[in-house]
């Protein structure tokens, strides 16, 4: 059983920069890729962006590239999500979630074994 656990979040202002950390407590950790899926309060969740593990190719949806990065450090089981330019759009529950499964989908929740508990970001003035 992976555990998956967030940190990070807060309140911003718009324009402000947030990074969140996601840690994977497995010794031996050995997803094929990592993703953070976000949840405003009456939406369904949707995907941000994940990174293929052992390559480290990233995915972004549309509204994020260019603001936020997503990064891995496989030393330390961690992945992050430097978010800049923050908007209130932003605001949401993030989640942090691991899939071991070897398809090229990385944008469908249900993709995905593991996840976090959410870690909260509100961008606000």
């Known amino acids: 059983q992976v555990q998956l656990v967030e940190s990070g979040g807060g309140l911003v202002r718009p324009g402000g920069s947030l990074r969140l950390s996601c840690v994977a407590s497995?010794?031996?950790?050995?997803?094929?890729?990592m993703a953070w899926f976000r949840q405003a309060p009456g939406k369904e969740r949707e995907f941000v962006a994940a990174?293929?593990?052992?390559?480290?190719?990233?995915y972004y949806r549309g509204s994020v590239k260019g603001r936020f990065t997503i990064s891995r450090d496989t030393a330390r089981n961690t992945v992050y999500l430097q978010m800049n330019s923050l908007k209130p759009e932003d605001t949401a529950v993030y989640y942090c979630?691991?899939?071991?499964?070897?398809?090229?989908?990385?944008?469908?929740?249900?993709?995905?074994?593991?996840w976090g508990q959410g870690t909260q970001v509100t961008v606000s003035s």
């Open positions: 497995e010794r031996t950790f050995s997803s094929s890729a």
């Open positions: 990174i293929r593990w052992s390559r480290g190719n990233t």
């Open positions: 979630a691991s899939k071991f499964t070897n398809s090229y989908v990385y944008n469908n929740p249900n993709e995905y074994n593991y």
